[in-house]
T-cell receptor, first 118, second 112 residues
Framework: NAGVTQTPKFRVLKTGQSMTLLCAQD?????MYWYRQDPGMGLRLIHYSVGEGTTAKGEVPDGYNVSRLKKQNFLLGLESAAPSQTSVYFC?????????????????FGAGSRLTVL | DQQVKQNSPSLSVQEGRISILNCDYT??????FLWYKKYPAEGPTFLIS?????DKNEDGRFTVFLNKSAKHLSLHIVPSQPGDSAVYFC???????????FGTGTRLKVLA
């Protein structure tokens, strides 16, 4: 059981190049999320999806696009990379609905993708 | 506007003593709160959570306290161990939404 898998793990881009980060989960989760982690900023939500074919904006969506064509996959795209998008990106997934009570985990994270834009 | 705040960027504690990590929030609609631990070069892993209908939840060495009137939650680790050294994030979800908002994190160092 792999959980949440992110590819690639590392990538270096030049300003203006495009790329796509892939997130795949094998837990049959309904919801999927993309976060970025930057020093002193914590984890900030970029985009999320509550089901196949649906996406929504998070806290910092500008400069990114997403697609969820299959339930198990959530793609994060950078059409024209900028140095400000240098970050570590984390994908997460969760079950649908409200946790039944305290103690329940909600988000399962991938190991991260480190992106550097020169 | 930071809705979830962790005002202490770092904390050092002696092994065996209590670690207390704090988190404040501004949105009164938050109804579920979580703590995650993160080691370098790894994804965050779930630690403990609490629903807004409770004021305390305990799991082994970890206890989370929720004070809704103060919009404050805290994570207590007793006793602290060197393996607890990591960055800790608190997170919250607003009622009726699917968005989980994270704080900026607190780096805990447990000294042997």
């Amino acid at each position: 059981n792999a959980g949440v898998t992110q590819t690639p793990k590392f990538r270096v881009l030049k300003t203006g190049q495009s790329m796509t980060l892939l997130c795949a989960q094998d837990m049959n989760h309904e919801y999927m999320y993309w976060y970025r982690q930057d020093p002193g900023m914590g984890l900030r939500l970029i985009h999320y999806s509550v089901g196949e074919g649906t996406t929504a904006k998070g806290e910092v969506p500008d400069g990114y696009n997403v697609s969820r064509l299959k339930k198990q996959n959530f793609l994060l795209g950078l059409e024209s990379a900028a140095p400000s998008q240098t970050s570590v990106y984390f994908c997460a997934s969760s079950y649908k609905g409200i946790p039944l009570g305290s103690g329940a985990n909600v988000l399962t994270f991938g190991a991260g993708s480190r992106l550097t834009v020169l | 506007d930071q809705q979830v705040k962790q005002n202490s960027p770092s904390l050092s504690v002696q092994e065996g003593r209590i670690s207390i990590l704090n988190c404040d929030y501004t949105n009164s609609m938050f109804d579920y709160f979580l703590w995650y631990k993160k080691y370098p070069a790894e994804g965050p892993t779930f630690l403990i959570s609490i629903s807004s209908i409770k004021d305390k939840n305990e799991d082994g060495r970890f206890t989370v306290f929720l004070n809704k009137s103060a919009k404050h939650l805290s994570l207590h680790i007793v006793p602290s161990q060197p393996g607890d050294s990591a960055v800790y994030f608190c997170a919250a979800r607003s009622s009726g939404t699917y968005k989980y908002i994270f704080g900026t994190g607190t780096r805990l160092k447990v000294l042997a």
